[in-house]
């Protein structure tokens, strides 16, 4: 950690909960606590100077490649191998994790890196283009190169202060501009006739 009064790092030890494996994510709630994801797998917390490190069969399998605390203070984690997952309440002593793979919906369980829009939609860079969770339904829309995304393979992303969403891919980086979604009310039922076993 680098104190700018003394222009000087501070490494921290075992003895202070760090686990001694290679970071390889992190986010910041709004009450300055830290989280950290590994490159080997596994969370853990900083807070009041102290790690202290998640233990849960729920945790997804692989590198935690990204971690996003959202407008309501959830914590969002991917993962390169077990898709992702988001914990309601970071803050609690005991944590629950919410599972989201290929098996809910996602296009796959590599996913690469996570961001949110101004609308509270949830965006995962996956190696097979982008899922967008939505704010008000859960559900999934996928994003792909038919839909303009420079390529499939998206590494990192990020929502601008103008609420323009970036996804940079191997194959180049592409603009999205959320816009609300409309909702259609289904159109009336007329019914002209019934039968039964064929007698009206």
């Known amino acids: 950690r680098f104190d700018p009064a003394n222009n000087r790092f501070r490494n921290f030890a075992e003895s ?9 994510s992190f986010a910041e709630q709004r009450d300055g606590t830290l989280w950290f994801g590994f490159y080997e797998g596994g969370l853990a917390r900083f807070k009041n ?3 202290s490190t998640v233990s849960s069969v729920d945790l997804p399998g692989g590198v935690i490649t990204d971690l996003l605390i959202d407008h309501a203070d959830r914590l969002w984690m991917s993962s390169s191998g077990g898709g992702v997952r988001f914990v309601e309440n970071p803050g609690a002593d005991s944590l629950n994790f919410t599972r989201l793979t290929t098996g809910e919906g996602l296009s ?6 996570l961001t949110e829009d101004k609308l509270g939609n949830i965006y995962l860079g996956s190696v097979r283009g982008i899922d967008r969770i939505s704010a008000s339904t859960r559900a999934i829309k996928h994003f792909s190169v038919a839909d303009g995304l420079a390529g499939d393979f998206v590494v990192d992303s990020h929502c601008d202060r103008n609420g323009v969403l970036w996804f940079a891919t191997t194959n180049g980086v592409s603009r999205l501009v959320p816009a609300v979604e409309e909702s259609y009310a289904p159109p009336p039922i007329r019914l002209g006739g019934l039968r039964i076993a064929g007698v009206s």
């Open 108 to 113: 796959s369980n590599n996913v690469r890196t």
């Open 16 to 24: 202070e909960g760090f686990p001694g494996k290679i970071v390889s």
């Open 49 to 51: 100077n102290q790690f």
